[in-house]
């Protein structure tokens, strides 16, 4: 038996309607459902659930570093940016290959966790 795939992440929030709606309304991922009663919310992103919750205790606190794709790096981090999100670095050239640039800007949600925006660019 081998792993087939990731299937969930989890990311510890301390403020859980905040961080849904910075996830559904910056980032533009689709919620799931939120969890009647209970610090739990799960958005879809491209079919890898994202689970924002409240930990029950500190050995269920997470801070995953995500990477996500994007097709316009510099148009989504003006975008982002005007919303008033804290960008660490500007779009920049990470690595080259024979096929595309890998771009990559790091920015940070409301609560600390630093995720980068992530854009391979086609060469001419």
Not at 67 to 94: K, N, Q, W
Not at 97 to 123: C, N, Q, S
Request: zero cysteines.
């Amino acid at each position: 038996m081998s792993v087939e795939g990731l299937l969930q992440i989890h990311i510890t929030v301390s403020d859980l309607a905040r961080a849904v709606s910075f996830y559904r309304d910056v980032l533009g991922i689709d919620v799931l459902f939120v969890v009647p009663g209970q610090s739990m919310a799960f958005l879809d992103l491209n079919g890898v659930r994202l689970y924002l919750g409240i930990a029950e205790s500190s050995d269920f606190e997470s801070a995953p570093l995500l990477y996500l794709s994007v097709a316009d790096i510099d148009a989504e981090h003006r975008r982002m940016a005007d919303l008033g999100v804290e960008f660490i670095s500007t779009p920049h050239i990470v690595h080259h290959t024979d096929a595309y640039d890998l771009w990559m800007a790091d920015f940070k949600t409301p609560e600390g966790h630093i995720h980068v925006l992530a854009e391979e660019r086609p060469l001419n």
